[in-house]
């Protein structure tokens, strides 16, 4: 048995070097009261379909951004948060241009409006763009809209030769460990009672206007946010790359009665759904961590992973942060590099049903009372505090962010090590906490009203940073450049809609597992 030293100088710096993380961030775009604005994706920003770095996810409201892949430690994070940055200058300066809209600083909406008004994303005429907002109308019917209009960071890893085993114990790890994440950047433990109306939930009345959980850490993660009852009967195991695509190959093919009762088109002909199996398609399938690997144009994801296997992980479960201008801050970067390197190098049993169903338990528990003084999670088969948990977790980073400061001669990784471990000794600290005393003490306990002035205030900072003319005409090159790729692909396309459909949601699209592949 070696030693997590061990691993960790393994690794050797030029490994740990070549880390590599890019970030996706979702806002929705606020109106000036703090209204969901209905406009749509401003033209200035291009083609939603095809630029590189800005698009929309569920609403035509909601705008994503998006970073490549940054290489290094301190060097790649700061990298990576220097896009994001000018990313989100070109786009408030574009919707400037349109008037007095803001992206939504918070994870949880904005004041919504009915269910049926909130507007779905638009991607053209094209077969790809039309099968993105059909896919997008299967959610409405499946789940509502309001769940979809959540926004969060998506973080996406990767470090040098690691196998899809290897990603694969880290990713079960992760689930089991992923409780501290939530507790620690968890920055959403209120909501406009807009989003739960005519819901049942266990929410607590703030004002009239505003719910939240005394002890909440992050809602978005809760029984309120991503949650299904038709995919809660989906118990998919991380234990291997065909284990767990064998499991995402039986969502995909396997008709659902509620989606079918739905069907594919309503009777005037317009598409309800792409299929009325139990997932569309994969990223139908919600989870706080994704194995990834980059597509090849109109290959299926799972496809990819079958036949190249994994190549990054993708983070889903962090909270935008509303107290920082880009919704994530550095040191919130290094702890993520130090949590993923452990769970790689710390051994890895396999999971099995019983633990899937209390991890899940432990999740929920934390999302709405992670808080809680002496608050107790499941591990293996026993009660432990998370307190106790967070701190046995926290220690076990020590060699790691050692390790980290080691290769490039600071002390940045222990620096962020020495703040987590301050939060979780003092929850007052932690921003669940901190939103909401914002929000009584400042807002008049409105959590509009906070989200509101957060909103605005990031758009004037990052309206007055600078932003030169060079950087300027270069997101308007790639804008002009993704509004003529999506002409050029709208002009190619030859086959019928219904029929580009039938082949893509194929189950001869989704590949076969790799032992079949290799008997072939």
Not at 425 to 438: E, Q
Request: hydrophobic share 40%.
């Amino acid at each position: 048995m070696t030693s997590l030293q061990d691993r960790i100088e393994a690794l050797g710096p030029t490994r740990l070097k070549g880390m590599r993380r890019g970030i996706e961030k979702e806002s929705l775009r606020a109106q000036p009261g703090g209204a969901l604005a209905l406009t749509p994706h401003p033209a200035a920003l291009g083609s939603a379909l095809t630029h590189p770095s800005i698009t929309t996810d569920f609403s035509e409201s909601q705008v994503e951004l998006v970073t490549g892949a940054h290489k290094g430690l301190d060097d790649g994070i700061q990298a990576a948060l220097d896009e994001l940055t000018q990313i989100h200058q070109f786009t408030y300066r574009s919707m400037q241009a349109l008037g007095d809209e803001m992206l939504w600083v918070s994870s949880m909406p904005c004041d919504l409006p009915t269910d049926e008004t909130i507007p779905i994303g638009r991607y053209g005429s094209s077969n790809v763009g039309r099968a993105k907002s059909v896919y997008r109308m299967g959610l409405s019917h499946r789940y509502g809209r309001r769940m979809q209009t959540i926004s969060g960071i998506h973080y996406n890893w990767s470090l040098p030769d690691v196998s899809s085993k290897e990603y694969f114990a880290l990713i079960r790890n992760f689930r089991r460990h992923a409780f501290l994440l939530l507790y620690l950047f968890g920055a959403s433990p209120a909501v406009c009672s807009s989003f739960v109306a005519g819901r049942q939930h266990e929410l607590q009345s703030l004002t009239d206007h505003t719910m939240y959980m005394p002890h909440g850490t992050s809602l978005r993660m809760g029984r309120l946010g991503y949650q299904s009852d038709a995919q809660a009967s989906l118990a998919v195991s991380y234990n291997s790359l065909d284990g767990y695509a064998a499991s995402l190959h039986d969502a995909l093919t396997r008709p659902y009665p509620a989606y079918e009762a739905v069907g594919i088109r309503n009777p005037g002909g317009d598409y309800n759904q792409l299929a009325t199996t139990l997932l569309q398609i994969e990223n139908e399938f919600y989870g706080t961590i994704r194995p990834k690997r980059v597509i090849h144009p109109g290959e299926r994801p799972l496809h990819a992973l079958r036949e190249r296997g994994v190549e990054y992980i993708e983070v889903r479960l962090m909270d935008l942060d509303p107290f920082v201008p880009v919704g994530i801050q550095a040191q919130t970067m290094r702890f993520l590099d130090m949590f993923l390197l452990h769970c790689l190098l710390t051994d890895s049993p396999p999971d099995t049903p019983q633990e899937i169903a209390a991890l899940a338990r432990n999740q929920h528990r934390v999302a709405a009372r992670g808080r809680e003084p002496g608050l107790q999670l499941e591990r293996a088969g026993q009660e432990v505090t998370l307190t106790e948990w967070g701190a046995q977790l926290i220690a076990g980073f020590a060699p790691i962010a050692a390790a980290l400061d080691a290769a490039q001669g600071n002390t940045s990784y222990s620096d962020a090590l020495a703040a987590a471990g301050t939060a979780l000794r003092n929850p007052d600290l932690l921003p669940s906490a901190r939103v909401l005393a914002a929000t009584v003490k400042a807002h008049n306990s409105s959590f509009v009203a906070f989200a509101r002035a957060q909103s605005a205030q990031t758009r004037s900072t990052l309206l007055g940073l600078p932003f030169t003319a060079a950087q300027q005409a270069h997101f308007e090159a790639l804008s002009r450049q993704s509004v003529q790729e999506q002409k050029k692909i709208e002009a190619a396309d030859t086959m019928p809609f219904e029929i580009y459909r039938e082949q893509y949601v194929s189950p001869d699209r989704l590949g076969m597992p790799r032992s079949l592949a290799q008997a072939a």
